[in-house]
């Protein structure tokens, strides 16, 4: 019984699947498009991803994170359901599922992500802290008696959190992240050009020119949107440098966070997170200066993780490979 055993990183942006014995199988957009008048589920994924703005009055996307937790319980249910039939389960099946839940959730959002998974067909679930399932996806080796601090920024929170001896001493939980970048980078241009621009452009432009330090390349980038005054598209070019005060309000507020958890960090812990460095990962990790601006904040090297948009995935295989109690 239970001889399959699936890995979920049920993120607010991404979706990540992983079979113990196939490894990654799925790797989408967490969201999904549901027919509105018989609320069947009609893609998921990348696929629902490219209907956000674009569909009829049929046809709803939806995202059913918000902020790292379950916001549309019956659309999680329906993603899972889907998941599970894309990549070959069905419900006679039953599969031993670990999951993952923000380190700051409340047992009743803990409880919601056990219960989708229950839900959508699994027959046994484990429900993991998320900073433990990325320090282990992150190389980190958790099990000695040594401090070891982790930095998690996903899209829809931040973890940052103090390991030792396989636990999390301490930690917070805070619901600023990656998508925070993309809303202050959309109310910058609102309010600077007259423009609204979606959340697709927001990503692209942070990508590919956001910063948290000025540079002397000062790369550009042309975006449009819809001009608030004339309700017609317009385009207009955004420098790499505007970006950077932009970006410094949400990731002062990221920053606060981690310096509230080394503030409260015992002594011979924080010695040893001095000694070793922060382990920073998740994909709001990857903004350029990120690493840079947490190091001058606080004073300790930061160490990056190999694969950030990964690591609670591969955490979670790590896991359920060597057995889930």
Do not use: W
Not at 120 to 145: N, Y
Not at 285 to 298: A, N
Not at 310 to 323: E, M, P
């Amino acid at each position: 019984m239970f001889n399959q055993k699936i890995a979920i990183d049920l993120g607010t942006t991404n979706t990540l699947v992983y079979d113990s014995k196939k490894g990654l199988v799925y790797n989408e957009p967490t969201v999904i498009a549901i027919d509105r008048k018989t609320k069947r589920c009609l893609t998921a994924g990348q696929e629902a991803k490219d209907m956000v703005g674009r569909t009829t009055d049929n046809i709803e996307a939806i995202h059913p994170l918000s902020q790292g937790v379950i916001s549309d319980f019956d659309s999680a249910q329906k993603l899972i359901e889907f998941l599970f039939k894309k990549i070959g389960i069905n419900r006679k099946s039953k599969p031993r599922v670990i999951i993952c839940a923000p380190s700051g959730g409340s047992e009743v959002e803990k409880k919601a992500v056990e219960d989708v998974a229950y839900q959508s067909g699994a027959g046994k679930v484990t429900v993991v802290d998320e900073p433990i399932a990325a320090a282990i996806g992150s190389g980190l080796s958790i099990g000695e008696p040594v401090g070891r601090m982790l930095v998690d920024i996903g899209g829809g929170t931040t973890d940052v959190a103090v390991i030792s001896l396989g636990g999390i001493v301490l930690s917070t939980s805070l619901k600023v992240a990656g998508n925070d970048f993309d809303e202050a980078i959309i109310r910058y241009i609102r309010n600077s050009y007259n423009l609204l621009i979606g959340d697709k452009t927001a990503e692209k432009l942070k990508v590919t020119i956001g910063s948290l330090y000025p540079d002397e390349e000062n790369k550009k980038i042309s975006i449009t949107g819809r001009d608030l005054v004339s309700g017609l598209p317009k385009s207009i070019e955004i420098s790499s440098n505007e970006t950077v005060q932009v970006f410094k309000t949400v990731a002062g507020q990221i920053m606060d966070a981690i310096l509230g958890v080394l503030e409260k960090t015992p002594g011979e812990l924080a010695s040893d997170i001095s000694l070793d460095g922060i382990m920073l990962t998740g994909g709001g990790s990857m903004l350029t200066g990120m690493d840079q601006f947490i190091h001058e904040k606080t004073g300790v090297e930061i160490v990056k993780s190999k694969d950030p948009l990964a690591s609670v995935g591969l955490g979670l295989d790590i896991i359920a490979k060597q057995g889930i109690k």
